[in-house]
């Protein structure tokens, strides 16, 4: 991914929460499906992270750059 995209940031909110960042491996860049001609289909294309927080829990971020979904920073699950 480019220099100027977004980083998850130092602290963050999820689910209420106030979350210190300790670690941070990425991005992984997931572009949509080319062939597919219909806008509803088509996402954008995510800039995948997988995070450590100071209190160990292990989280897979990603940052939407638009289409479909709304720009912006999104948590699409935890690790075990």
Not at 6 to 14: C, I, M, Y
Not at 27 to 39: V, Y
Not at 51 to 57: H, L, N, P, Q, S
């Amino acid at each position: 991914a480019p220099d100027d995209d977004p980083r998850p940031a130092a602290r963050f909110r999820w689910r209420g929460r106030t979350h210190v960042l300790a670690a941070a491996l990425g991005p992984e860049r997931i572009a949509p499906e080319w062939w597919l001609t219909d806008p509803d289909w088509q996402s954008g294309t995510r800039d995948y992270w997988q995070v450590v927080t100071g209190d160990g829990a292990r989280l897979w971020l990603f940052f939407a750059h638009g289409a479909a979904l709304s720009p912006g920073w999104f948590c699409h699950g935890t690790f075990a």
